[in-house]
């Protein structure tokens, strides 16, 4: 699981554009000599479990982002000004910069949220819409 895990991480990285510096704080403050191994070869060791649990967060809160933007703003969505209230005026991704894991998963909640409250008014309009359609039959 590690090196899918990590070239995952890699990849979302440089998705997000963040700088390798913020990429090794991200990770646990991982010295610049572990992490050019490890992004060299992800199967140099594996990560561990404080390591996997950010990368898992991370991980997660980009597949909700592709989920509730789509892959092109989930790719931006870290570096863009969010005025939620939970950020207090910095990015996303500063945000995790500063908060370490609680803010990860913080962040993580806050997209699960969103994602929940727009199917469920996606549902609601369709419901709304389906309704209609039959009351129209039906006079």
């Known amino acids: 699981m590690s090196p899918a895990a990590l070239q995952a991480f890699f990849q979302l990285i440089t998705d997000w554009g963040v700088p390798e ?7 646990g403050r991982m ?3 572990e992490y050019a191994r490890l992004r060299t070869n992800p199967r140099t060791r594996p ?3 404080s390591e996997l649990k950010r990368v898992a967060c991370l991980l997660s809160i980009w597949h909700e982002l592709s989920r509730v933007y ?6 931006e969505w870290a570096q863009l000004p969010n005025k939620h209230p939970m950020f ?3 990015t996303p991704i500063m945000y995790m910069l500063l908060g370490g894991v609680p803010a990860m998963a913080n962040v993580q909640r ?9 199917a469920d008014a996606q549902a609601a309009e369709q419901a709304c819409a389906g309704g209609g359609a039959q009351e129209d039959e039906q006079a």
């Open 110 to 118: 806050l997209l699960i949220k969103q994602r929940r409250a727009a």
């Open 88 to 90: 207090c005026k910095v």
């Open 31 to 33: 010295t610049l000599e």
């Open 21 to 27: 510096s913020d990429a090794r704080t991200l990770l």
């Open 70 to 75: 789509g892959p092109s703003l989930a790719g």
């Open 47 to 49: 990560l561990e479990p």
